[in-house]
């Protein structure tokens, strides 16, 4: 669907076409590929093999039927053809127009645009999912709002981050603390993916958008892989990041309010002792944000050492005993991570 709403976006050629045609007061029925699976569900029609154009398309919405496009819609393939979907799959619309639309989306899988006569609007199947195009303000209007939803969400998830890391100096860490962010972490990565909807719904129209949600999203990504890196079990059985990230995102917006489910997502254990048992990290947080060292050696530097209290008690001599640092990075590692861990304390207690 992210494709398809890329494709009509504003300031696009497919957009500029199916403007033109609710201006002129006519309908459409659009069909966006035109490979074997697309050809074989058409009846009569011309064949064209046009340039597009966004005048073409107005123009050739004048005639019943359907029009398809490349898939790239650069090229109009065919116009005024009567599209034949299979009459077993099921739809939810009434107008023919767009029961045809939902029908071909569903049984071929490629984008099929409706233009409505009546209704003044733009649909859009793709698989199984429908989208209405709105007027670009309202969709301005919606995203701004979710925008400040989710600087609101960001600004509560550094606390609680911030928290969990001072936590983790103090070696005084629960599993329900570190539920605490990851529920905060899925949050406001799925605030963001609605943001990111809307932006490319506006194409043209939503740069502005798109950079404050860049902004506001470094290192979120990163933060939910580190943590999982952090606290998951070790064994035959351990999850990866990916896993995680994937079990937490199938967790209704209810499940993920509650801590439970979050823990079990983590591999850690659910229950309200379970919750408030103490959990030790292994060190990929902090090292993390020592400048300039590479990733395979901080995780060369936590295998070695375990544990994160250990690493903390380590002097530069014990972290020249990892294959790859050296004396002088040995040196800047353990002056980093000894202002990591003053800078985490003060911003707990301050």
Known sequence: MLDALAAVAPG????????????????????????PEVLNICSGGFLLDAAYSPQRLSELAKMDGATILAADASRIARANVHLVPNPNVPTSETGTRHRTAERVARSIKVPVISVSQRMNVISIYAADEKHQIEPVPRVVNRANQAVQTLER??????????????????????????????QRLEMVRRIADEVTGQVVELGTDGRLLALQLEELMAGVDLDRELIARD?????RRARTPDQVAAELAGLSAIELLDPSPVARALGLSGTPEGLDSAASPRGHRLLARVPRL????????????????????????????VDGVGETRARAVREAISRLAEVSIIDRYS
């Open 12 to 35: 696009t050629p497919l957009r500029e076409g199916l403007d033109r045609i609710l201006q002129a007061g006519m309908g459409a029925l659009v069909v966006v590929g035109d490979g």
């Open 153 to 182: 969400y960001k600004a509560r998830l550094d606390e609680v981050s911030n928290s969990l890391s001072a936590l983790e100096i103090e070696d005084l860490v629960t599993v329900r603390d570190v539920v605490v962010v990851v």
């Open 294 to 321: 590479p990733g395979a050696i901080l995780d060369r530097v936590v295998e070695h050492f375990g544990g994160l209290q250990k690493l903390l008690a380590a002097s530069a001599e014990d972290l020249q005993v």
């Open 231 to 235: 606290y998951m079990p070790s064994g």
